[in-house]
């Protein structure tokens, strides 16, 4: 017979059982590329959201969510807040972009606002404007592993308390994943009392069609470096699972890579269709190991000048 052992009343360390579990909304935000999503990354310990060397690529929200002991952190990673002006003025694109973040800071339970240690320049003040009153907020001074003097950094730090009543300062490397597990515990102090929204095991609630076009996105600029602007974009056509031969997953996936130049579209094929051929080749590796399956990818590239101006085609495309 077996029997299921109750705890000791004495049990001296509480367990995820006996603590009341603490749940609740946090957004990264920052100016672009200060690391927002590799911090994201180090805090959910998988790769949830896509980072890349190139500002201004992560367009979407995406939630990452990290259970650990009796709390449930549950990250709303905002889109870079675009300062940059076209020579059209502001795109309907940055407009959206920037509703997103003011209607998210709105929600959360604890603002994470990232800087580059040591600097703090008009951007990131344009960022730091669109919190809401009141709302706390953490300063993490990322990318300590480029400081080179530290002494400076504590002067540094005073001075920004003269600019924002921050609830705390945490100096960190995202790179790090010992300076991670401490920032969740510093979070951690700031949740609410209250259930956890998701499932333990979950780390994102993104659907796989949207991961999919998160990872050719990811390969679209890792392999054309600079070279392509930040307007280019993905749209998922087809997304169909069927069953495969020895009973696993078998996905038929068909992407469009939308630039805005026919010089762009030259840029993603690459001489000979080398570029492209090899875009779909690492996306589709990638993906095969994220949802276990074996991948069919099917990758085209269409221009379509002036997108990002183009209201309800946007919406078509994703970005409201
Ligand atoms: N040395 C160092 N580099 C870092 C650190 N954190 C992030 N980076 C790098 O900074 C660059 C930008 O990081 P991301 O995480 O993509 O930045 P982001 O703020 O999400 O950028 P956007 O998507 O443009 O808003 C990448 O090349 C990262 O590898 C850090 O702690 N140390």
Redesign the pocket.
């Known amino acids: 017979m077996t029997d299921t052992a109750a705890p000791p009343p004495d049990s001296p360390e509480p367990t995820a059982d006996t603590e009341p579990r603490r749940c609740g909304l946090i957004a990264i935000v920052?100016r672009?590329?200060?690391?927002?999503?590799?911090?994201l990354n180090a805090l959910v310990g998988q790769k949830v959201s896509i980072?890349?060397?190139?500002?201004?690529?992560?367009r979407h929200r995406i939630t990452g969510i990290a259970t650990e002991g009796t709390t449930q952190f549950v990250f709303v990673d905002t889109?870079?807040f675009q300062t940059r002006h076209t020579s059209r003025g502001t795109t309907a694109l940055n407009r959206a972009l920037n509703k997103t973040v003011q209607s998210v800071l709105g929600d959360v339970d604890l603002v994470v606002f990232?800087v580059e240690a040591g600097r703090f320049g008009l951007d990131d003040a344009k960022v730091l404007a669109l919190v809401p009153p009141g709302k706390p907020v953490l300063l993490i001074a990322?990318?300590?592993?480029?400081v080179q003097r530290r002494a400076e950094l504590a002067p540094w730090l005073k001075s920004m308390g003269e600019r924002h009543a921050f609830a705390e300062y945490v100096p960190l490397?995202?790179?790090r994943e010992d300076d991670a597990k401490r920032l969740l515990k510093v979070i951690e102090a700031y949740l609410p009392e209250q259930p956890w929204y998701y499932d333990e095991d979950a780390v994102s609630d993104r659907s796989e069609k949207f991961l999919a076009g998160e990872m050719i996105r990811e390969k679209l600029f890792r392999l054309t470096g600079d070279e392509l602007p930040y307007t280019s974009t993905v749209v998922i056509e087809k997304f169909d699972e069927e069953p495969g031969h020895s009973g696993g997953r078998f996905m038929k996936i068909a992407a469009t890579i939308i630039v805005e130049r026919d010089g762009h579209k030259g840029i993603v094929i690459g001489d000979g269709g080398e570029r492209l051929k090899r875009i779909g080749t690492e996306a589709r590796t990638e993906l095969e190991k994220l949802f276990d399956a074996k991948v069919f990818l099917e990758l085209w590239v269409k221009v379509r000048s002036g997108w990002a101006d183009d209201e309800a085609r946007l919406k078509s495309y994703g970005y409201e």
Not at 32 to 39: D, I, M, R
Not at 51 to 58: L, P, V, Y
Not at 142 to 146: A, G, Q, V
Request: net charge positive; no cysteine; aromatic share 0%.
């Open positions: 920052g672009p590329n200060v690391g927002k999503s590799t911090l980072t890349s060397r190139k500002a201004q690529t992560t889109p870079g990232v990322n990318k300590l592993d480029l490397s995202s790179k």
